[in-house]
């Protein structure tokens, strides 16, 4: 039996997950934005919460984490880099780490960039990424804590997994990341259906989350830095990817 998942709304626009293996019942919710959310899906689904995995220290994914943990006895997974920010961790990974949500495995990737101490969570027997704010659909996450450099070489390890996995990330930005995308993107025919797959999801209040790894490097600008079409666009031809990547960052931000 394999994964299932569970997505919800948490706050005004980040995504709540919940992960549940039907093999041992074991639970997990990626990142602990709000207590009420997060109680209603699992009373929904009938599922008891065991592990909560982090992804980074920002309070909308960790302000719920210590009365979530106190209520239900959850295992605390979050990087050891935020081990000083964030309450009650019982494993702290790092790059390379091995967690199991009861039989599914996952592997932790230090994906520094939006915040210094982020993490995703990679599973490549359930072909899943819990991204948080690191790789978004159609965008990224900005640079509270790293450099340009550093967010590059993050999204190049993500965008470097199988075409198949996919995507799930801290917010449902989607709609607005599109319009950037097309502003510096308008020929890409990929990102034109997206663009319009996204409009009518969004019309009928669904989620545009999940995506997939290959759906992301064939329309999400920031995955396409390296190509000579982006490179254009921001007026940096033959240029080097992290420049164009900074320059769309930057041009993001103004945005
Ligand atoms: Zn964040
Ligand atoms: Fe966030």
């Known amino acids: 039996m394999s994964a299932i998942i569970h997505q919800f709304t948490v706050g005004s626009d980040n995504l709540g997950v919940l992960l549940h293996d039907p093999e041992t019942g074991s639970t997990a919710t990626i990142d602990a934005g709000e207590e009420a959310p997060i109680l209603a899906a699992l009373g929904h689904k009938g599922w008891t ?41 019982d494993v702290a990974v790092a790059d390379g780490d091995v967690i199991s949500i009861g039989t599914i495995e996952f592997i932790t990737i230090e994906t520094p960039g939006h915040t210094s101490g982020h993490v995703s969570y990679f599973s490549a027997q359930a072909k899943l990424l819990f991204a948080g704010d690191t790789l978004f659909s159609l965008g990224c996450g900005r640079l509270f804590e790293g450099t340009p450099e550093q967010m590059w070489i993050s999204l ?50 669904a989620f545009t989350v999940p995506s997939t790894i290959g759906l992301e490097k064939a329309t999400n600008p920031f995955l396409r830095a390296a190509t000579p079409e982006l490179a254009v666009s921001v007026g940096l031809s033959g240029h080097k990817a992290v420049e164009v990547f900074a320059a769309l960052r930057e041009a993001k931000n103004k945005a």
């Open 49 to 89: 919460l065991t592990d909560i995995l982090v992804t980074h220290h920002h309070s909308d994914h960790i302000a719920a984490l210590s009365a979530l943990k106190a209520r239900t006895g959850a295992r605390v997974i979050a990087p050891q880099a935020d081990r000083h920010r964030i309450p009650d961790i």
């Open 156 to 205: 190049s390890r993500l965008a470097a997994l199988p075409d198949d996995t996919k995507l799930y990330c801290g917010h449902e930005y989607t709609l607005s990341n599109c319009k950037f995308a097309l502003k510096y993107d308008a020929d890409n025919q990929a990102l034109r259906a997206r663009a319009a797959e996204v409009e009518a999801l969004r019309a009928k209040g």
